[in-house]
Nanobody, 121 residues
Framework: EVQLVESGGGLVQPGGSLRLSCAAS????????MSWVRQAPGKGLEWVSR????????RYADSVKGRFTISRDNAKNTLYLQMNSLKPEDTAVYYC??????????????WGQGTQVTVSS
């Protein structure tokens, strides 16, 4: 059974940093592209970042480019999102998601339960 478990969310002041983790199990993590997606209160899903299976190609939404960094440790079956210079508009539930192949084509096929990030003074 595929499981994706996010952690690392919390309350942080504007300008602060957080690192999200997503522990994957039930599949061969190193073979699949992964993504972070978020949903702000009252809004739809917003893609944040994605990474191919080998970790050498990444993409970012314009809203987070230069502030967020996606990475993965295939030996530890873990996906990360380093978030720096956080803004109140980054407040959302953050989900990690798995694609059906090594490249991020189409939509993710599995999602975690999400972790709340709140940026507020």
């Amino acid at each position: 059974e595929v499981q994706l478990v996010e952690s690392g969310g919390g309350l942080v002041q504007p300008g602060g940093s957080l690192r999200l983790s997503c522990a994957a199990s039930g599949f061969t993590f190193s073979r699949y592209a992964m993504s972070w997606v978020r949903q702000a209160p009252g809004k739809g899903l917003e893609w944040v970042s994605r990474i191919v299976s080998r970790g050498d190609i990444t993409r970012y939404a314009d809203s987070v480019k230069g502030r967020f960094t996606i990475s993965r440790d295939n030996a530890k079956n873990t996906l990360y999102l380093q978030m720096n210079s956080l803004k109140p508009e980054d407040t959302a539930v953050y989900y990690c998601a798995k694609y059906a192949s090594s490249y991020y084509s189409g939509e993710p096929v599995y999602w975690g339960q999400g972790t709340q990030v709140t940026v507020s003074s």
